[in-house]
Structures are given as C-alpha cells and as structure tokens.
C-alpha cells in the first residue's frame, strides 16, 4: 500500500515474539496462500512488508527488488517470520486458517489469545450454542488480531465469515461487531482493514462501511464489474488475483471479459489489473489496487506502478539475488501510472452506474466460478474453526 499503505493503512505474535533474543534465528520460506502458524519455536505465518531491499556487500550494484521498491510496494505473500530486525512486518490478515494454524501447535504464540477467547464469560453466558461459538470465533479472530496489530506499524485485516457473503446487513453487522470488540482492546478503526467477498452484496456493504469511515479490503475480484463497482463503493483495497484468471483461461473458454483480452494477445488477468487501475485513476477513486497470485517475475514486472503485489518468497527471493547493472540502459518500466490512466479509453458500457442488475450481467464464468470457489474454501476454513473450538471448549489451564 503506498505511504499510507500497509503502514498506516494496511493489511497476514504477539508481543512475546518482539521480546524473542537476538539468538533466535529464522527460517524465512513460502507456504500455502492462506495463512497459518508454524515454527521451529511458534513463530507465526503473517503476510508483511519486505523492507531489506540492499544488495548483498560483494554485488556492488542494487539488487532488482530494491529497485522495484521504487514502484510499488512487493509484499510476501504468507511468510514465516522469526527475526523482526531482518524482515519487519508492517502489514498482517487474521482468518480462520490462522486460526486453524495457532491450535495445531499448542505452543504458539497465540495460543493464550484464543484460550481467552474460549474462556469469555460473555460468550459461556449466551444462551444458545451457536450463539456461543459466533462469540468465541469472533472473541479469537479480535484476540489475535490485537495481538498482531502489537507487531505491525500499519493495518491488520480481519476476514469476515464467507458464509454471509450474499447478506449485506449480516456483513455490515459482523465487522461492526468485531469493530466493538477491537475498540474494547484498544486497537483503534484506522489500524483496521475487513476483507469481504466481492459478491454484489458485499460491495453494498463495503459501501456503507466506508460511509462510517470503517475500512474495506474486497478480496476474491476477478472481473472489471466487480472492480469498478467496489471502487465505486469506496472501498478502501481491492484485490485481483491475476495467476487464477490466468489458470481459468487456459482450461475454459466462453467468458466475454477474458476471450476479448485473449484476442488482443493479453494475459487475462493483467488486462484486468490494467483496466482497474487506470479506471481508478482515470476517474479520482480513493481504492487501493493488490494484485496477487503472482506466478513469475515477470508478472511482478508487467505490473509495476500498481499499490501493492503480494508475491511469493521465492519469486522475492529470486529479485533480491539479481543484482542490476549500474547502467542507465537497465531500467524498469512503470506500466501503470496516472499518464496511462489518462490515455486509456473506456466503453460508455464499462462507465456505468453499477447496480445489482448491471453487475449480475457483467459476471462473467470466470468470476462466477472462481469467486464461488474462494468462498467455499473461506467457508469450510470456518466451519473447521467451529467444529474444532467445540471440541476444545472449554480450553485446559484456563
């Protein structure tokens, strides 16, 4: 995110890991997309801001993530982190997967935070059991993510329940809940990001959020209607994964938005990122633009300019060990800017008001699909986290 970005504005610990001695050396490698926890000694998977950019001492050159960093902002996609002078967070998520990770080890650094949640007398008093377990999800999901709004500088984004991904005053009364309960641990709505599906519905609830200054993170994007219309809502973070659209592609075919970029020889999923930002830009939207599932470095070169790319450690692995000539003949080029937002032209179709009906006929197969696919994958992560909580409830030595 840019200067406002992760670090003031942001986005996958506690305090105990800043208190962790300097002995402790890490192991800094990639894992699943979704966040977990995992250590030699409970060390947790978070996404964070990759700030060593300098080239190593006999390079005598920089090296091309640092001069990348001049671009955009090269984020880890889900990293393990145990050494906070080399690899300072600035940005964390908490979902039911991170969730899922802290309880599979009990020695976790977070584990105290979701035995407290499972111990909430608050939560032990309601009167029905699922009323129970909302509470107690809800109680961890905000006990952790305190616990990493402690390590990061900027913005920690908490996951909203997928199941209520067609509901937009359930969505709307979710994150004001887990909202109420950050307030009450003192962790502030600017530190705070909420990452909702970009269903139609929660678009609409992304919209009245950010109308009470509640920040917005719209992930599970995957076609220009889906975009414009969060932008258009005012959401505060918008998220294309570039490498799925790209997948989609090359086994199906029949989607309008993705056969016309495939005609003019263009990936799908950078054509995509492309319009967002320009039509961002073009138009004055406050939206932050994330490109993720990124593939190859190349796909971090063909979007330079855009706020954030999520990349994975061994393509950022790959950028820091390649050092760039000290040439002026050896530049990048910024392919997304505020002159290429001027000089893209846009149909009066994609200018459109969006509404429910206009957005329902603009989804093509892809997005109907993929965005179905991430919601059932965030659903089922959910209900684990329920049905493992009730079997571990109440917690030992609480």
Same mark, same amino acid.
């Given at each position: 995110?840019?200067?406002? !970005?992760?670090?003031?504005?942001?986005?996958?610990?506690?305090?105990?890991?800043?208190?962790?001695?300097?002995?402790?050396?890490?192991?800094?490698?990639? *894992?699943?997309?979704?966040?977990?926890?995992?250590?030699?000694?409970?060390?947790?998977?978070?996404?964070?801001?990759?700030?060593?950019?300098?080239? &190593?001492?006999?390079?005598?050159?920089?090296?091309?993530?640092?001069?990348?960093?001049?671009?955009?902002?090269?984020?880890?996609?889900?990293?393990?982190?145990?050494?906070?002078?080399?690899?300072?967070?600035?940005?964390?998520? *908490?979902?039911?997967?991170?969730?899922?990770?802290?309880?599979?080890? %009990?020695?976790?650094?977070?584990?105290?935070? =979701?035995?407290?949640?499972?111990?909430?007398?608050?939560?032990?008093?309601?009167?029905? %059991?699922?009323?129970?377990?909302?509470?107690? +999800?809800?109680?961890?999901?905000?006990?952790?993510?305190?616990? /990493?709004?402690?390590?990061?500088?900027?913005?920690?984004?908490?996951?909203?329940? #997928?199941?209520?991904?067609?509901?937009?005053?359930?969505?709307?009364?979710?994150?004001?809940?887990?909202? @109420?309960?950050? $307030?009450?641990?003192?962790?502030?709505?600017?530190?705070?990001?909420?990452?909702?599906?970009?269903?139609?519905?929660?678009?609409?609830?992304?919209?009245?959020?950010?109308?009470?200054?509640?920040?917005?993170?719209?992930?599970?994007?995957? &076609?220009?209607? @889906?975009?414009?219309?969060?932008?258009?809502?005012?959401?505060? =973070?918008?998220?294309?994964?570039?490498?799925?659209?790209?997948?989609?592609?090359?086994?199906?075919?029949?989607?309008?938005?993705?056969?016309?970029?495939?005609?003019?020889?263009?990936?799908?999923?950078?054509?995509?990122?492309?319009?967002?930002?320009?039509?961002?830009?073009?138009?004055?939207?406050?939206?932050?633009?994330?490109?993720?599932?990124?593939?190859?470095?190349?796909?971090?070169? $063909?979007?330079?300019?855009?706020?954030?790319?999520?990349?994975? /450690?061994?393509?950022?692995?790959?950028?820091?060990?390649?050092?760039?000539?000290?040439?002026?003949?050896?530049?990048? +080029?910024?392919?997304?800017?505020?002159?290429?937002?001027?000089?893209?032209?846009?149909?009066?179709?994609?200018?459109?008001?969006?509404?429910?009906?206009?957005?329902?006929?603009?989804?093509?197969?892809?997005? /109907?699909?993929?965005? #179905? !696919?991430?919601?059932?994958?965030?659903? $089922?992560?959910?209900?684990? +986290?329920?049905?493992?909580?009730?079997?571990?409830?109440?917690?030992?030595? *609480?």
């Amino acid at each position: 995110m840019s200067a406002t !970005s992760f670090h003031t504005a942001s986005l996958t610990s506690s305090s105990i890991l800043l208190q962790q001695d300097k002995r402790t050396r890490f192991a800094l490698r990639s *894992v699943t997309p979704v966040s977990a926890i995992t250590s030699r000694r409970s060390c947790a998977r978070i996404r964070a801001s990759y700030t060593d950019y300098s080239a &190593s001492a006999n390079t005598g050159g920089r090296t091309e993530l640092d001069a990348l960093s001049h671009y955009s902002e090269v984020v880890p996609d889900t990293v393990v982190f145990d050494d906070f002078e080399r690899f300072p967070p600035t940005a964390a998520t *908490v979902s039911s997967s991170l969730l899922l990770g802290i309880c599979s080890l %009990p020695d976790t650094t977070f584990k105290g935070a =979701v035995d407290t949640a499972l111990a909430d007398k608050e939560c032990y008093g309601l009167g029905t %059991p699922d009323a129970r377990m909302t509470c107690f +999800v809800n109680k961890a999901l905000v006990n952790v993510g305190g616990e /990493l709004s402690k390590l990061v500088p900027g913005r920690v984004s908490t996951e909203v329940d #997928a199941r209520l991904a067609y509901d937009t005053h359930a969505i709307v009364g979710k994150v004001e809940r887990l909202l @109420q309960l950050y $307030n009450s641990i003192d962790v502030p709505a600017e530190r705070l990001l909420f990452k909702i599906p970009a269903t139609w519905q929660g678009i609409e609830a992304a919209r009245l959020l950010e109308s009470e200054g509640i920040q917005t993170h719209m992930t599970f994007v995957y &076609s220009f209607c @889906q975009a414009a219309a969060a932008a258009q809502a005012g959401a505060s =973070v918008i998220q294309i994964f570039v490498g799925r659209l790209r997948d989609w592609a090359r086994n199906h075919s029949g989607d309008p938005e993705i056969d016309a970029a495939l005609k003019r020889g263009e990936d799908p999923g950078l054509a995509l990122v492309t319009k967002t930002y320009n039509y961002i830009h073009k138009y004055g939207h406050k939206s932050k633009l994330m490109v993720a599932s990124i593939r190859n470095k190349q796909d971090v070169f $063909n979007v330079l300019g855009v706020d954030y790319i999520i990349t994975p /450690l061994k393509i950022l692995q790959a950028l820091k060990e390649s050092v760039t000539p000290d040439d002026d003949k050896y530049t990048f +080029v910024k392919r997304l800017s505020s002159q290429s937002a001027a000089a893209y032209n846009f149909t009066d179709e994609e200018l459109v008001k969006w509404d429910q009906l206009s957005f329902a006929s603009g989804m093509g197969p892809a997005a /109907l699909e993929l965005l #179905a !696919s991430g919601m059932d994958g965030y659903s $089922n992560q959910a209900k684990r +986290v329920e049905e493992l909580f009730g079997k571990i409830w109440p917690p030992p030595n *609480v």
